[in-house]
């Protein structure tokens, strides 16, 4: 059985990986951290207690700002192979918080390498590296266009994206980026745009919210399914030898057009509900985002499943699901919270 370590098991991609990887017969540890409320929704129908024989997921309490201890678990461990999908991922937020999005998104993939290179456990490593790095860069984005990164978050990916180029050549670990577009599903953090739109025309329909508020309209991105995503990057680390493949669609959207579409599928007029507020702007903004991922055709064989349409398809029917909960709970008498931020 082989063993997989994952950081960042709790976001979106960390659960679908996992939920990948658990099909595959994987043995998984996952690094969490410390909270006084759950977060681990996204894994919770994974977990079986460490008692039950059946158990093949484990959790770690952790921290990629902590060194000395991501080296004890990898030394106690040794997992086959490593995802580092870990960080502060909002780009929004690294503008309010620099420093933070430094040290994790960027330092943690250095903290990750070094404990690979001290214990010198046999491992494989996989980068969750990003197509924000392109930043400014004219479209279409590949694996040869120069990164130029427009946010702090961008900026430590970018600092990540070499680190693992420069451990790879300097002590020959086995280490890919996965350069990934923008991936999306029903357990996208709320705050990211696809999911706080699908969320909010959702809960305007069953009239649990009158108005959403949105920042730049017009940027445009490439937006794939997250599900198909994982399997990416399990792939790069079944190949002989350690690169880096851009994952994306090949088509791109504005964020107005994800608006107008949601919310014409619900029968609703966008227009209306949709108001622009400039607190959502970004100092710097990546304008236009739209991935070649011939390589990873022709040396993967990855291809996406599921489109633009069935993408959005999917996200509003689990959100509608949610809503009606959440409109059931209203009339019980139940009072809900309403934030709408980053
Ligand atoms: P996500 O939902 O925001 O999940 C981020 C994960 O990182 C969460 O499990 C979070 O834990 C964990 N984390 C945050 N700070 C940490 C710290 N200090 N120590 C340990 N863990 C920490 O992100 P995602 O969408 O799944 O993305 C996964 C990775 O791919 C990220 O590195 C992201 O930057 C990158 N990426 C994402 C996309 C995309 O479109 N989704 C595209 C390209 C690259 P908590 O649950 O405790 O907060
Ligand atoms: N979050 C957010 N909230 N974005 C908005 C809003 C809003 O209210 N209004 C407009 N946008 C625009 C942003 O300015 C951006 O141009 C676009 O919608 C997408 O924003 P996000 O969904 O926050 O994603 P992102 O592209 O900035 O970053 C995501 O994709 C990267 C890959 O390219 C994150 O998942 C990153 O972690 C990932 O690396």
Known sequence: ???????????????????????????????????????????????????????????????????????????????????????????????????????????????????????????????????????????????????????????????????????REAYKIFASNGILFNHESPRRGE????????RAATRIKLGLQDKLFLGNLEAKRDWGFAGDYVEAMWMMLQQDRPDDYVIATGETHSVKEFVR???????????????????YFRPTEVDVLLGDAGKALN???????VGFDELIDIMIAADMEAAKKEKTLVEAGYSISDHQSA
């Open 191 to 198: 705050t990211f745009v696809t999911r706080k739109i699908t």
């Open 1 to 167: 059985m082989k063993k997989a370590f994952i950081t960042g098991i709790t976001g979106q991609d960390g659960s679908y990986l996992s939920e990948f990887l658990l099909s595959k017969d994987y043995e998984i540890h996952g690094l969490i951290r410390r909270s006084s409320t759950f977060n681990t929704d996204r894994i919770d129908h994974l977990y079986k207690d460490a008692h039950d024989p059946n158990a093949r997921m484990f959790l770690h309490y952790g921290d990629l700002s902590v060194s000395g201890q991501l080296t004890d678990l990898l030394y106690d461990i040794k997992p086959d192979e490593i995802y580092n999908l870990g960080a502060q991922s909002h780009v929004r937020v690294s503008f309010d918080m620099p420093e933070y999005t430094g040290d994790i998104t960027g330092l943690g993939t250095l903290r990750l390498l070094e404990a690979i290179r001290k214990t010198g456990i046999k491992t494989r490593f996989y980068q969750a590296s990003s197509s924000e790095m392109f930043g400014a860069a004219p479209p279409p984005q590949s694996e040869s266009t120069p990164f130029q990164p427009q946010s702090p978050y961008a900026a430590a990916k970018v600092y990540s994206y070499y680190i693992v180029c420069n451990y």
């Open 299 to 305: 040396e993967l064989g990855w291809k996406p499943r």
């Open 261 to 279: 579409r949601v919310f014409e599928k619900l029968d609703l007029d966008w227009q209306k509900y949709v108001a622009v507020d400039p607190r």
